[in-house]
């Protein structure tokens, strides 16, 4: 069982950065993949970026590579997500997630969720 509580997102300007933190309790955090979803109004949840059990593999969606950088940290179960030059389509809600085999897709283990709005 994991239990994901993500922070830290906000209202920013286009250009500006946010990082998300996602917290996760469970003595097992550190054996999962873990990655961060995102949706926004009338559209489905996609993918955003996923960082392997050992932090040594990273992924992006092509349309965040080069601007977003997931990191994690399993000495205090945690996972960040760096948002860098933030466009306005990147508004949506940010959800951290344990993922599944395919990093792209999420596994049974969500957060709640945190607002990012991008103004233009």
């Known amino acids: 069982q994991v239990q994901l509580v993500e922070s830290g997102g906000g209202l920013v300007q286009a250009g500006g950065s946010l990082r998300l933190s996602c917290a996760a309790s469970?003595?097992?955090?550190?054996?999962?993949?873990m990655g961060w979803f995102r949706q926004a109004p009338g559209k489905e949840r996609e993918f955003v970026a996923a960082?392997?059990?050992?932090?040594?593999?990273?992924y992006y969606a092509d349309s965040v590579k080069g601007r977003f950088t997931i990191s994690r940290d399993n000495a205090k179960n945690t996972v960040s997500l760096q948002m860098n030059s933030l466009k306005p389509e990147d508004t949506a809600v940010y959800y951290c997630?344990?993922?599944?085999?395919?990093?792209?897709?999420?596994?049974?283990?969500w957060g709640q969720g945190t607002q990012v709005t991008v103004s233009s």
């Open positions: 997630a344990v993922t599944a085999d395919d990093v792209t897709v999420a596994g049974g283990y």
């Open positions: 469970g003595r097992t955090f550190s054996s999962y993949a």
């Open positions: 960082i392997s059990w050992s932090g040594s593999s990273t």
